[in-house]
């Protein structure tokens, strides 16, 4: 439907003032590059410009809270001052990446250098947009006296984001790629006004996003690199469709989209500053200065008043980005959902009676097979609808794929089945699907966590223990904010003091623990799977209470029968142990057999969670070893959780109760 004048005109009117707001700095004394203006001498404009220096000398604005943020400036440990940007060309002034004072000075003076024809390096006021805005805001420039500067790119990069509003997007937990198993997130530029979608139209927006730019596929190196800061990290403008069919689609992660309160000025100034961040890269850290503290630096250059990265703790995780939001009361305006590929079959699925969820499994085994002749018009059109988003699920890891290396099965069923649903001209229903509200991640707990608590071990007698994690989840947590069946874990560990012979002693200490149970339904048959590496304890006769270094990996399927009431699993699982006196060779102990579990969710924020595996070891003794863990948690609030906790081995057995706090 043509929408009429009366909201044409002002849509027009308010996108042609936040651009020419954006473009202030340089469409005031824009034109083709000419000489300096002609009402002053070059000595004229050298005095002003040294003026400007003394003005912004005189008010301090080398120590303003906003030029550190729009320079990227951190405390150092010795108690100077270093930009967190490591590219050259984001400095004037030499020294720039460790003295405010000399790049202020440098700043100024490099906006009233000659005009130049260069596209690099660009005209500082080409290259720096937000920093003229706020020394203007501050100094009241006399635009007149600058060099008229043609900064078409510039004007360019504004129009085609046609920047409205900004938008936070965070993209769910994909634990199959370690990079994204803690979530993601980028912004959107809308090109809607704010508090609008235009007609859902966003997918003609653009996303700012900041990632690593890896150089290996080897995971070790690959996490060496992450976790040092050898890779490089820059930001990327890309089409927000494409940031869609990657995240919904290809990996199947839900996008939960946080509109900020922001007013024209201060978006301008952000996209501004992004166009200032494309002259730069800086050195990308996994756990700290990654993509959720980047993008929260970014944002608080609108506003002097924000505090987003102070808020962020250790490890920085994308999930308390968004938290880091809701500390400032008024900045969100309004939060949205956009359903993953999977997420919406399984809503389409749950919707179907037997009959049709039979229909669309036949369908999966052949495209051609004939529906029941007993379906009416509407059923066959919402089993083939459902058909074709199954398959697009079934197709989506072929997206970045060449053609040639497409599965041509999938590709001739996929289009076998839309050509079928063709021949019904009928409209498929307006689908909509319900945000799962429980899993927004700005509600669920927070990502570190410590324990206190007492127990007795049959062993070693009464004892006081500590727990702790970095990050970020694990099954027996409160569900609410989380993915339901995954266990994300970073630097968990436990450690023991003993009472009565005291001492005090590491239990276990895992780098990284991840589990993904997948439940097992007519449609999906994914894997479930585990990986945990680190130290424990064994406690059966060939190895009573020492502590190894280990790892670990299992494969094998989940149930739901009762939907995330009753979740059980079974794996096949490795498991690696060195060094361990009884081993192979008086060195390592290699176990291979069953682990799996169960978990009842009783509530949102009452769990009972069992764990247990048998291992057989081969040519070792003893030739096999066994545990069973018990959990039962209770979430009295968001933060806080009380839980009784036990442990079974060959040697010993241990009860603990324990408090827990997230913060």
């Known amino acids: 439907m043509r929408a009429s004048w009366q909201e044409v005109v002002p849509l027009r009117l308010a996108r042609w003032f936040l651009i020419t707001t954006a473009l202030a700095i340089v469409t005031s004394v824009a034109g083709p590059a000419e000489a300096r203006s002609t009402n002053a001498s070059a000595g004229d404009l050298d005095r002003y410009a040294n003026e400007l220096v003394e003005k912004a000398e005189h008010l301090g604005l080398a120590n303003d809270l906003m030029w550190h943020r729009l320079l990227h400036y951190r405390k150092t440990l010795w108690g100077g001052w270093e930009s967190e940007a490591d590219g050259k060309p984001f400095f004037l002034a030499e020294d720039g990446k460790t003295n405010p004072d000399a790049e202020l000075r440098a700043t100024l003076l490099g906006f009233f250098s000659p005009p130049t024809q260069l596209r690099e390096p660009r005209h500082p006021l080409c290259r720096f947009p937000a920093r003229f805005m706020w020394l203007d805001s501050k100094l009241r420039i ?15 990069f504004v129009e085609l984001l046609a920047p409205r509003s900004l938008v936070l997007v965070f993209s769910s937990y994909f634990l199959n790629n370690p990079a994204s198993a803690f979530g993601h997130t980028f912004l959107r530029v809308s090109k809607s006004p704010p508090g609008g979608d235009r007609q859902g139209l966003s997918l003609l927006d653009y996303g700012i996003d900041y990632s690593a730019t890896a150089d ?36 199947s992660r839900d996008l939960w989209e946080y509109e900020l309160d922001l007013d024209s000025e201060q978006v301008a100034r952000v996209v501004a500053h992004v166009w200032e961040l494309g002259h730069t890269y800086f050195a990308y850290y996994y756990l700290t200065e990654n993509c959720s503290y980047h993008i929260l630096a970014l944002l608080e250059v609108a506003d002097p008043k924000l505090h987003l990265v102070d808020e962020l703790g250790w490890p920085v995780i994308p999930a308390d980005t968004v938290k880091a939001l809701q500390q400032n009361p ?25 009959e049709e969820q039979a229909a669309v499994q036949q369908l999966m085994h052949d495209a051609k097979a004939p529906l029941p002749a007993a379906f009416s018009v509407e059923q066959k059109v919402r089993v083939l609808d459902v058909a074709v988003e199954l398959m697009d699920v079934k197709t989506a890891s072929d997206l970045p ?88 874990q970073f630097l968990p560990g436990t450690l023991r003091y003993f009472i009565e012979d005291p001492k005090l002693r590491l239990e276990s200490l895992s780098v990284v623990r991840v589990r993904s149970f997948t439940p097992l339904s007519r449609f999906e048959n994914a894997l479930s799977w585990m990986v945990d590496t680190g130290a424990d304890r064994s406690f059966d006769s060939g190895c009573n209470g020492c502590l190894s270094l280990f790892g670990q990996l299992g494969g094998g399927f989940t149930l739901q029968p009762f939907g995330s009431f ?21 060195v390592v102990r290699l176990g291979v057999g069953p682990w799996g579990g169960l978990r009842l969710r009783f509530a949102e924020q009452v769990t009972f969670l069992s764990t247990g595996g048998w291992s057989y070891l081969p040519g070792q003794d003893p030739f096999q070893t066994w545990n069973v863990d018990g959990t039962l948690r209770v979430g009295y609030s968001k933060n806080f959780a009380l839980g009784v906790e036990g442990q079974l081995y060959p040697s010993t057995m241990a009860v603990q109760g324990v408090s827990y706090i997230y913060f």
């Not at 008229?148 to 510039?154: E, G, K, N, S, V």
């Not at 008024?330 to 037997?354: C, E, H, K, M």
């Open 566 to 586: 009753l979740t059980f699993f079974a794996l096949a699982n490795v498991k690696v142990q060195a060094p361990v006196d009884s081993g192979l060779l008086d």
């Open 330 to 354: 008024g900045l969100i305006r309004q939060v949205s959902y956009r359903a993953s590929n999977r997420t919406r079959f399984a809503q389409l699925v749950d919707a179907l009676t037997p």
């Open 142 to 156: 006399d635009k007149s006296k600058l060099p008229r500067q043609d900064c078409a790119d510039f004007k360019e």
């Open 401 to 488: 794929k060449e053609r040639s290396e497409m599965d041509a099965d999938n590709a001739s069923a996929q289009q076998t089945l839309l050509e079928r649903r063709t021949e019904f001209l009928v409209p498929s229903p307006e689908y909509e699907f319900a945000p799962p509200f429980r899993q927004m991640p700005h509600i669920g707990h927070d990502s570190t966590r410590v324990g206190l608590g007492s127990g007795y071990d049959q062993r070693d007698g009464y004892y006081h223990t500590f727990n702790f994690r970095l990050a970020l989840h694990d099954m027996a947590d409160p569900a609410t904010g989380y993915p339901d069946a995954a266990e994300i």
């Open 216 to 251: 290996t596929g080897n995971a070790v190196l690959y996490a060496f690199k992450g976790l040092t800061g050898l890779f490089r990290g820059d930001f990327h403008k890309v089409p927000f469709y494409y940031k869609v069919r990657e995240y919904n689609d290809y990996e």
